[in-house]
């Protein structure tokens, strides 16, 4: 592939891409046994910390090894500074939902999007403890594993599940929470999984229609906006601009009856 | 055993329970495949109905070959009128969290209780798509499929994640929501899975450190609080007195140390 001065086999990538993802993942699992975790109960704290840098600082040796001008823009800050989406550039959250992998031991996601010139091509997000892989290569579909994953289908408001942490819908200084609680009285229900990567893996399976949370950094989506593309999720900040993926910014993902509908309806920011 | 005249051997009614439990999450992984659901998406709910009532009726006629003395409660009610707690009664929930069964097609659970005389004896969780058991033996412990559970160590309030659903923390009729304001500002973090028999496992298998909820069945607690008192978690309604099992009621469960933080200090029945 030929682009913008960038010679780039993506599926030469793509395949690149997915083996160092589940490399870290099997990294990840063996570092961290049940009991090791609990022995570490008082260090837990530090012990993730080490694993978050650990496993970024793999990624970035793999991937510098594979082309030395990629740049790799991490939540663990390991990585040169990146103040621009030139060229090749990695995001990539290592860790998404710490507190999940402390005392859950599961629920956490390697989360890794490559943009090229700006643009998103490739979106990952990898459930370490079920390996499994909700993936997609920009213009040639999605897939969940071996399985491609369908356009999502309209769903009506009122029988939509969406993904909102209990926070939003006490007052607070980002967001009117009095339309957050006619939203949640609105849908048929609500969830909390405390990793926005699974809940954005989630929206684009249609295991939930919409997330949406007041402050998120580029890691925590970068692979989920890709993968929204390929089935028809719309993703934006609440403002329903484009998310800066240079700063934090709020966020939404959703089917898009549901999108806007919220965006319409419930959203006013403070 | 000899108890109130009943003639038992716990054991031979562990090996049994599980073995039914185990059979019936195998007849709903069959009757459930990824594209079944798809195809019936319009009927949903009647595959959901169909299957839950299916498997309520599996259980029953199982239980039935095995002691036609003892009694099923179940939330599909196929069985019959249960007004007491006397003799052998299986409290069952053929799947606990019907919306996360047909929009995300994991997320669920079986959920039994046996009770022997008004107290319960045998206590069973069941993730049915992971393959996943939690369960315990009055008196003998609680185990996470093959590994034992351990019992609960403290946690501060504000460093627990709990389970809620973000609608107790909005203007409702049976909690000052305030009060529960103020909760989810204390705690670490806060989930919400769309199962109260998964929560109930989370809490019991220290991955959430408490739940709550304002209004439940039997069926969804059964199981769990018969674990919950080999791992030293604490479970009553939200007066701290025991659930009412005949009929339905506020619930909590938790790490002691933040169950008598929440009962005491954010808890206001309306």
């Known amino acids: 592939m030929k682009k913008g001065g960038i010679d780039l086999d993506i599926g030469v990538l793509d395949k690149f891409a997915q083996e160092i993802i589940k490399e870290a993942g099997e990294r990840i699992r063996a570092a961290f046994s049940y009991d090791l975790i609990i022995e570490t109960k ?114 009506k408001l009122e029988e939509a599940v969406i993904g909102i942490n209990a926070s939003w819908v006490t007052p607070n200084k980002r967001v009117n929470h009095e ?37 998120l950094a580029p890691w925590d989506i970068a692979g989920g906006i890709i993968i929204a593309s390929e089935v028809g999720a719309i993703a934006s900040n609440l403002k329903g601009e484009p998310f800066d993926f240079l700063s934090q910014d709020t966020f939404i993902i959703g089917n898009p009856t549901v999108y806007q509908e919220i965006i319409a309806n419930y959203i006013e920011q403070l």
Chains 1, 2 share one sequence.
Do not use: C
């Open 179 to 215: 339309k957050m609680i006619q939203l949640i009285r609105k849908v048929r229900g609500t969830r909390s999984y405390g990793s926005a990567a699974m809940e954005i893996a989630f929206v684009v399976s249609g295991k939930l229609d919409a997330y949406i949370s007041m402050r």
């Open 42 to 155: 008082s260090n837990a704290n530090d012990l993730v910390t080490n694993i978050d840098r650990d496993t970024e600082l793999f990624f970035i040796e793999k991937i510098k090894a594979f082309d030395v001008t990629h740049r790799i823009l991490g939540e663990e800050g390991m990585g040169e500074k990146v103040e621009s989406l030139e060229g090749v550039v990695w995001i990539i959250d290592p860790i998404d939902g710490t507190m999940n992998f402390v005392k859950q031991h599961r629920h956490f996601m390697i989360s890794v999007g490559i943009f090229i010139e700006g643009k998103g091509k490739l979106g990952y997000i990898y459930d370490v403890m079920r390996d499994d892989l909700f993936y997609a290569i920009a213009g040639e579909g999605a897939w969940y594993n071996d399985k491609p994953l369908r356009k999502l289908t309209p769903v």
